[in-house]
Structure formats: structure tokens, C-alpha cells
């Protein structure tokens, strides 16, 4: 298990943040999600396998930025 803390932009309420953990969420190997608009973050549990580009690609079709 490893935790990743990302920066995403374009999240502007608690609507937003269930949109980008939603994606997240769909993943195989993702455990836990946490998304806060006002720090622009989100936090990820996810197994060792589980690719950056693929949390990536989700975040961006929910209509989000990743700061990388």
C-alpha cells in the first residue's frame, strides 16, 4: 500500500470533491479517497500497482486538473 497525496485544481465545493473521489473510487486497488477543495488536494490509499497515470486519467475525465 502506498499513500499519494495529489494537487488537483478546478475543485470549488463539496460537490466537487465527490466528483473527483467518485473516479477515484472505480479504480482497482484504490482503498481510500479523501478529496478537499480548499486545499486542492487529494489523498489516495492505493496497492503498490497501481499507476500514477491511471489516477491521473480518472481525476481529468471527472472534469478535474492534476497538478503535477
Do not use: F, P
Amino acid at each position: 500500500m502506498k499513500r499519494e497525496i495529489l494537487s488537483v485544481t478546478g475543485m470549488s465545493c463539496n460537490g466537487c470533491e465527490q466528483n473527483v473521489e467518485n473516479a477515484l473510487q472505480h479504480i482497482d486497488g484504490v482503498t481510500r479517497v479523501d478529496a478537499d477543495h480548499e486545499g486542492d488536494t487529494v489523498e489516495i490509499i492505493v496497492e503498490d500497482d497501481v499507476a500514477d497515470d491511471d489516477l491521473h486519467t480518472a481525476i481529468e475525465r471527472a472534469g478535474y486538473d492534476v497538478a503535477v
